[in-house]
């Protein structure tokens, strides 16, 4: 196996840096990321993800609060094309948000996927705005079934990799109070 050189690492690293500063320029170019402070973090909103199979893929999130605080509920379905799917609903539990960006977990209450009740899950949502498609992610993203996750720790889940098709999800910009100086 090659090793790579060290001049290869270090275009790499810069690669890396651009990309970040760009992106640091874009989300302060954005509006969401100049509108005034929320008193809480809070994601709200529905929609339907795109899917080039065809499958019909919905979620749905009403949450407000603060970390361990936070209080709500979500809602998710994944019908398949040819037929079968599953649907499940539940309480937030956890609930953080900076910028566009929110992550949530919360413990399933009801579905028709065996195994899934009593599990907990987590959401990220990338709030792009209004007119641009939002991104969702969610913590079975790396396995594709939330029933053989293991323990999922509260305000947990995967990069919001996820395009909407229709639909919006709106994330309140909340920073937590500064840290006393000590």
Request: net charge positive; glycine share 12%.
């Amino acid at each position: 196996m090659n090793r790579p050189s060290r001049t290869r690492l270090a275009a790499v690293a810069g690669a890396l840096l651009l990309s970040a500063t760009a992106v640091g320029s874009a989300i302060a170019a954005d509006s969401s990321a100049n509108a005034p402070l929320a008193k809480e973090p809070a994601l709200t909103g529905s929609a339907k993800m795109y899917r080039h199979s065809g499958d019909t893929v919905h979620f749905a999130f009403d949450a407000h609060g603060a970390g361990e605080k936070a209080q709500g509920t979500f809602r998710f379905s994944h019908r398949f094309v040819q037929g079968g799917g599953a649907s499940a609903e539940g309480r937030i539990d956890c609930l953080l948000s900076g910028g566009k960006v929110a992550v949530a977990t919360g413990i399933v209450t009801k579905t028709d996927k065996p195994g899934l009740k009593g599990k907990r899950v987590g959401f990220t949502v990338s709030d792009e705005g209004k007119g641009r498609r939002d991104r969702l992610g969610y913590s079975w993203a790396a396995t594709n079934d939330p029933v053989g996750m293991k323990e999922v720790p509260k305000c947990l889940s995967s990069a919001p990799y996820e395009i909407v098709e229709t639909g919006d999800f709106q994330v309140a910009r909340w920073e937590p109070q500064p840290l006393p100086r000590g």
